[in-house]
């Protein structure tokens, strides 16, 4: 397979052609190359290419971390975290992060256009997972001339797939910090998962997911999942102290269906602009990678054996509002790095943010990521 970007070079910010010579072998057995992968770098790589983070996003996330969105115009959605003197310090370190495979920002997925057909792949696109999306960060790596990563670092999905990369290529990892994740998609998040992938399917405009080609688009449906999806991402105490039950722009209740509530406003506000930055088939496909991601099951079933032999240092960090990837999920991979003798500390931050704190300005954890990367650079700096 071959495709070609079905955005703008402007909303990809670099771009890389990759798997020309030897294609992409994905989990579900079809091969995919050559393909895209829209990125972003920020700061520069030394000369002993050592200083190299990779941020891997999480489910609707991009590549423009610490950049203004070309789409929403809005800031990075991690410049708390990312830039010259903050935790990940780009005077410091050379940071990378990619649109993952599957995704709608330059990266190749379900919207840009098959060779075979001259149409976009729709549901043709292969079936992904998160396996597949750290083989091709790790073709990026390649291509970009830079054998080993002082850290990979990410919150959700974006921690799954750092848990993938420290499983599968524990040789390029120095440091690993996976942030409110787990190591398995629990039965719980994969129905909220399956609740936003009905709700697209049932939009007449989705078109058995050929939308793109009948000038149609599922904006209604694709709301409606964000809208659900955003729900997990917060606490029921965030949720109280920003809405309560308040009444939205209105001295009293109107007995009808309108947005009356505070809530509802900012839920239905969530799912309209969602639509004009992200794909619905790429909803899909990246959900349902969420969804296969178990790293214990590939290891016959035990968790510590994904890690055996690892020499990655870990940084493990939960937030106890979290209801979507509790402590519990993370204590899990914790116990499994101790029993492999690895090198991991763990943090729970006590925040009533809920899961999405890890984009929010919550200073403790800001000063747990400075002091691990700072320490991990002062032994990375023994070793060299």
């Not at 992968?37 to 002993?48: E, I, K, P, R, S």
């Not at 992938?197 to 599922?218: H, S, V």
Request: hydrophobic share 40%; net charge negative; with cysteine.
């Amino acid at each position: 397979m071959s495709t070609e970007p079905n955005s703008p070079p402007s909303l990809q910010g670099q771009l890389a052609i990759l798997g020309e010579a030897v294609p992409l072998e994905l989990d579900c057995g079809a091969r995919l190359g050559p393909f895209n992968m829209g990125y972003q770098t920020y700061g520069t790589l030394n000369a002993a290419r050592s200083n190299a983070v990779l941020i891997c996003h999480a489910l609707t996330g991009d590549q423009h971390v610490a950049s203004e969105n070309p789409v929403t115009h809005k800031p990075g959605w991690w410049t708390l975290l990312v830039g010259p003197g903050l935790p990940i310090d780009t005077d410091r370190y050379f940071v990378i992060c990619s649109n993952v495979l599957g995704g709608c920002m330059g990266t190749t997925g379900p919207r840009d256009i098959d060779p075979a057909t001259g149409k976009a792949y729709g549901l043709t696109f292969p079936v992904i997972t998160i396996g597949d999306m750290v083989r091709a960060q790790a073709m990026l790596l390649d291509h970009l001339g830079i054998e080993k990563l002082f850290c990979a670092i990410g919150g959700s999905m974006g921690g799954m797939q750092v848990l993938q990369w420290a499983s599968a290529y524990p040789e390029r990892v120095f440091a690993a910090v996976p942030i409110a994740c787990a190591a398995r998609h629990s039965a719980q998040n994969i129905a909220f998962h399956e609740v936003g992938r009905q709700a697209i399917m049932a939009d007449p405009d989705w078109c058995a997911g050929d939308y793109l080609a009948q000038g149609r688009n599922p904006r209604a449906g694709l709301a409606v999942a964000r809208m659900a999806a955003h729900i997990t991402y917060l606490s029921e105490q965030a949720l109280h102290r920003k809405f309560g039950r308040n009444l939205q722009d209105r001295p009293r209740i109107a007995y009808g269906f309108e947005a009356e509530f505070q809530v509802e406003s900012y839920l239905r506000h969530q799912g309209s602009t969602f639509v004009d930055r992200f794909d619905a088939n790429s909803y899909l496909y990246i959900t349902r990678a969420m969804d296969y991601f178990d790293l214990a099951e590939a290891h016959g079933g035990s968790l510590a054996a994904a890690f055996e032999g690892t020499r990655t240092r870990f940084c493990i960090a939960s937030f106890t509002s979290d209801w979507l990837f509790p402590t519990s999920e993370n204590r899990k991979i914790v116990h499994a790095l101790n029993a492999v003798a690895a090198n991991v500390s763990f943090v729970e931050i006590d925040s009533d943010k809920g899961h999405d704190a890890f984009l929010l300005d919550e200073p403790e954890f800001h000063a747990t990521l400075t002091g691990f990367l700072s320490a991990a650079w002062d032994a990375r700096q023994r070793t060299a």
